[in-house]
């Protein structure tokens, strides 16, 4: 059983006064009323738009321009720092980039070399480099560019303290329908699109995998971004992102986020704008023209869902908006503070909850949690964040749709028979339906019948330590399973027998 990052191990004596210090912390922030059982029936603050006033969503008459700043440390901070200065012209579905990364050795190892993850690069002819240059305490000899990785010879060795900045010039060339990095009729995704350095291990060096048949295969680390971007013919566009997109004037926008996963931008010329704000939290919806209603649904849930998550997980939602995107390409993909979802579900929305568009709308919202806060190796153990936010759909049902549990079980799970060795990486199956089955829906039944095992108390206690332990962090199952049950029963070895081999 492979680790992807060792941090470190946990004596039960840390779990309780870490989860004695959370019921301190955590006593004012859950809801009205609200326990984390399954008796439990208090509806949200908002779920649909029947309901809403038109003081709870006000959609907006005219642009406004609002500048975020980064927070800033107290103390100095060694993250990785991405600068770019973009020139995106919509139209020809191109863009020049001119980007910096300003790199601390975080190894603890004196380095020969750098290895860079390059997504783009994953596809031919959409990735250009043109030039590559290094600065500060190492200079570059050589470098070759091998699909998603990037190595850059350093001309001498980077001590373990030393710092060095990584100059690159390219050219993206996203392909039409491409998904998340490409281009439609309707939008322009940029998602996954620059070159980043990887975390690294010291057993197994710099954690880079390769593109499979499913499932997602890339490992970020926590950075800071500063992104300029410069819209060649800006008439009509509307720019989407992880992170509010200040504009300067009419073509350009400049955005700063501390401490994300990523940066992640969506541009159209066919957005409509709906909001709602929940707990100083703004959700923005960007729809397609005719969509409207069920974008302000799709919002409504994730609205509710950052609330009874935050309560559920012990871990507030960190940032002031998330933006969820309508896209022509199938299904949903979550980033940090953004997530995708296909309009064919918005198409297909029937204004209850029984429908896909509810569900997943809860489900990549809960991955601001399972992915974005508490990070995973998404190649070899996907299930980690994957089951944990399938489960998430049945705790939000729980909470405000209590008479739907037993219809979820059957029209999310059971419909589709799930087997299958829930921990499977992303290399061990081809098969699409076959890796949800046993990665997610599998991984749902594991983490249900967990909960059986070692009671509602216990199981919600060992989420919040889980999140709280290794928030910005990247955690391994191992870790996940020590936190929930650190001298487990014969009854979870049976359980992890069963499930996990």
Known sequence: MRKSIKIRTLRIVTFVVAFLLLLNLLGCSKLPGSTPNAEATNTPNVISTAEMTSTEIQLPTESVTE????????????????????????NKHSLLVRQ??????QTGQVLTEIKLVVPPNAKSKVFSLNSLEVFGDATLKDYSLDGVMLTLQLAQPLSAIGSISISLNYNLNPKMQGGVLGYSAKQLNLSDWYPFVPPYDLQNGWIIHQPAEVGEYLVYEGADFDLTLNLIDPTGLIVAASVDAAPLDLDTYHILAENR?????????????????????TVKGYVFVGDEVAGQAAVDYTASALQLYSELFGLPYPHQTLSVVESDFPDGMEYDGLYYLSDFYYKNYDSTFQNYLALLSVHETSHQWWFAAVANDQALEPWLDESLATYSEYLYIERYYPELTNWWWDYRVNYYK????VNLTIYDQTELRAYINAVYLQGAVFLDKLRQ????EVFFAGLKIYTNTYNQQIASWEEFLEVMEPDPSDAIKTLLQENIK
């Open 453 to 456: 095992a070692l009671g509602d």
């Open 261 to 281: 996963r990523g940066i992640t931008l969506s541009i159209s010329d066919q957005y409509t704008l709906v909001t709602n704000t929940i707990d100083g939290i």
């Open 67 to 90: 500048t975020i700043e980064p927070t800033v440390n107290a103390e100095p901070s060694n993250k990785t720092v991405y600068r770019f200065e973009v020139d995106l012209d919509y």
């Open 100 to 105: 910096t990364i300003q790199y601390q050795n």
């Open 418 to 421: 799930p087997a299958g060795r």
